[in-house]
């Protein structure tokens, strides 16, 4: 496939002429905020940038962009854009005007827009005592968490978002619309179901909702000097707790910023999150344990769930970061000292925050007419990132992350989590081997001729058997 840098203004007047949204080519005012990610330290140049306002858009887009030989990134927020590669000569198709969601509390489903962030959805789902399968943070991508997977606070009651999806709208890379579902299309609808956005453009999803009304959650804060401490109560309770509770143990030095309130500005902590599918009183007794360690802070209450994504406290606004993350197939007492050495009280270190998520419960278990990641072998997942407001600060923080995953690596897993793997990786880096396997061939079906960046990519299958370099990913020809 062949791509150019420019295009010719006559022909960008035709996209302009079909798409309802905006359209900006380099040079243009509007441009460098249209390709904007939410990750301010990327900059990303695409020769083009669509800002869809509806999946008619998408498919005008798709089909200019295939006429024109360019290829397809498409991305909402941009939380995710960390791993993409460079989009030189590419079309940047954003959806993040795309926000509609509509919930039937009688079917107990919700239908997302592709550009809607998770708030947009918690909060109407709340207001009807159901919840859906978010992550931490009120502004990521419903589109881009749920296609990469999805682990949040109900994930080891309720699995992966990815596997509670129960139909997809999708532009494929031919520019047809497709509506799939597990008896439309399957290999599609399977594909976009954790296995990232390779195979085409998402309009829409529609998802199942739970009925959780309110969490007792919340937090336990205690000073950094205590961490190894912290970290090694904290693992022995996560193997008594039942599936209801999902929890993780942090490292969190906070920045002397004014919008956090002053007890905690600029102070470090070791920190128990957690979230329990019950009521305070069974909450408060199997917190017991960590409780007893005395915290300098206690934030666990009752909550209605939308204010589950206040508990991570991730930022409102976006920012300049990097990090990085593994799955863990374990994470014992000498993984806890590996990790409080390079992160806790005596370290040097820009990063900002190190956590580790307890799995397990239904994460676990093969979820019925699941897609690409059906079930999950490791029990922890770990996280290390940091802001870079300065451009010095990007090699420093990203060095400093893959310190600590390389520390870890004895405890990884045979591939690591999808939606936390931040540096370029194939898709062969982030899935099941099998379901990388069958991702190759229904990517020659739906896009032989990668038209579509993604994430993390994923090579068309010809039937050949490619060599892995040093991570364990298949070279591109
Ligand atoms: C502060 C923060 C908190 C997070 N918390 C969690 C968490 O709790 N659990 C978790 O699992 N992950 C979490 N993540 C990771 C997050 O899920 C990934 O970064 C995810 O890719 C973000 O999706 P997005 O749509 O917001 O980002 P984007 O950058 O817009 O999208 C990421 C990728 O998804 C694909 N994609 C997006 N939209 C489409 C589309 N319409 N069609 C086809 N492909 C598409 C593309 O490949 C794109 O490059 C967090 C990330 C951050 C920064």
Redesign the pocket.
């Known amino acids: 496939m062949t791509t150019s840098d420019t295009i010719a203004g006559h022909d960008l007047e035709t996209l302009r002429e079909a798409v309802t949204g905006e359209v900006f080519a380099p040079g243009d005012a509007g441009y460098d905020q249209a390709r904007q990610?939410w990750n301010l330290a990327i900059d990303e140049r695409p020769a083009v940038v669509v800002m869809a306002e509806s999946a008619a858009d998408v498919a005008q887009a798709v089909r200019f962009a295939r006429t024109h030989g360019m290829r397809i990134?498409?991305?909402?927020?941009?939380?995710?854009?960390e791993p993409?590669e460079p989009l030189r000569g590419a079309m940047l198709l954003r959806?993040s005007r795309m926000r509609s969601v509509r919930i039937d509390p009688v079917s107990r489903t919700a239908r997302a827009d592709?550009g809607a962030m998770w708030q947009d959805v918690t909060v109407p789902t709340g207001e009807h005592g159901l919840a859906a399968l978010a992550?931490?943070?009120p502004n990521?991508?419903v589109?881009?968490?749920t296609?990469?997977?999805?682990?949040?606070w109900l994930a080891r009651r309720y699995g992966l978002a990815a596997n509670s999806v129960t139909a997809a709208e999708i532009v494929t890379p031919s520019g047809r619309f497709v509506r799939t579902d597990a008896s439309h299309e399957p290999d599609l609808f399977w594909a976009v179901r954790g296995g990232?956005?390779s195979v085409?453009?998402?309009?829409a999803l529609e998802m199942r909702l739970y009925p959780v009304r309110e969490l007792y959650a919340g937090a336990l804060f205690f000073p950094l000097q205590r961490a190894a401490q912290v970290l090694h109560a904290w693992r022995a309770w996560t193997d008594t707790v039942p599936d209801e509770v999902t929890s993780l143990g942090r490292i969190l030095r906070l920045p002397p910023l004014p919008e956090i309130p002053e007890p905690l500005r600029g102070r470090d902590f070791a920190l128990v999150e957690a979230a329990y599918l019950g009521d305070a009183d069974a909450g408060s007794e199997l917190l017991g344990p960590l409780r007893r360690l005395g915290p300098e802070l206690d934030t666990f209450a009752t909550i209605p769930a939308p204010r589950l994504q206040q508990v991570h406290m991730?930022?409102d606004q976006p920012v300049p970061n990097q990090g990085d993350g593994a799955f863990l197939a374990d994470f014992p007492a000498a993984a806890i000292d590996e990790l409080v050495a390079l992160a806790g009280p005596d370290a040097d270190t820009p990063l900002l925050s190190i956590e580790v998520r307890h799995l397990g419960g239904a994460l676990a278990r093969p979820a019925p007419g699941a897609g690409a990641q059906p079930d999950i072998g490791a029990r922890y997942l770990m996280f290390a990132g940091g802001i870079t407001p300065t451009p010095e600060l990007v090699g420093t923080v990203r060095a400093h992350a893959q310190a600590v995953k390389d520390a870890l690596a004895p405890w990884h897993a045979s591939y690591d989590y999808y939606?936390?793997e931040e540096t370029p990786a194939m898709a062969s880096a982030v899935l099941p081997a099998a379901s990388y396997r069958r991702l190759r061939e229904i990517k020659a079906s739906y896009d032989p001729d990668q038209a579509i960046i993604?994430?993390h990519p994923v090579w068309p299958s010809r039937g050949d058997t490619r060599p892995n370099n040093s991570h364990g990913n298949e070279m591109e020809s």
């Open positions: 990610a990134a498409p991305q909402g927020t941009g939380h995710g854009a993409l959806t592709a992550g931490t943070s990521v991508g589109t881009g968490y296609l990469g997977g999805g682990i949040g990232g956005g085409g453009v998402v309009t991730d930022p939606n936390f993604s994430a």
